[in-house]
């Protein structure tokens, strides 16, 4: 016999509710709705940062993506500037000072609860964060 330790395993209590999850809660038609406005927020901020002429891209896919601080296509991971740039250092802690959390290195991952309205509010947010700081921002990255 071999053991697989860890503190949900063989828990039936936690493999219930997982299941109830992705049976009635995240449903097929809920992926779909959590994805589409993934896309239009990642949509949104790349058009966000070519308006205020900062380097600043938004890749992903779904309702997962990372933010970049360069207008430099990313195709691999090496394409990626360090998780210690200062841009992506002062995004986190401003919008955290704004209201939202944006995880140190760019990723913001979306939920169920998630909506439009909350997306505009952050939008919001940002194109704020982006007024304050693009003369900053665009002069760092020359």
Request: charged letters at 15%.
């Amino acid at each position: 016999m071999l053991s697989q330790a860890g503190t949900f395993n063989n828990n039936i209590v936690a493999m219930s509710a997982g299941l109830a999850g992705a049976r009635d809660v995240y449903t097929p038609a809920a992926c779909v709705a959590l994805n589409r406005l993934g896309d239009g927020l990642r949509g949104e901020l790349n058009a966000i940062g070519t308006a205020s002429e900062v380097p600043m891209q938004a890749t992903g896919i779904g309702a997962v993506m990372n933010l970049h601080w360069h207008n430099r296509l990313v195709k691999h991971p090496g394409d990626v500037e360090p998780l210690n740039s200062s841009a992506r250092r002062l995004f986190h802690l401003e919008m955290m000072m704004r209201g939202y959390y944006v995880a140190a290195r760019g990723m913001i991952s979306l939920s169920l609860p998630v909506s439009a309205d909350d997306l505009s509010e952050f939008l919001g947010a940002v194109r704020g964060y982006l007024a304050d700081n693009g003369t900053l921002l665009r002069g760092a990255q020359r």
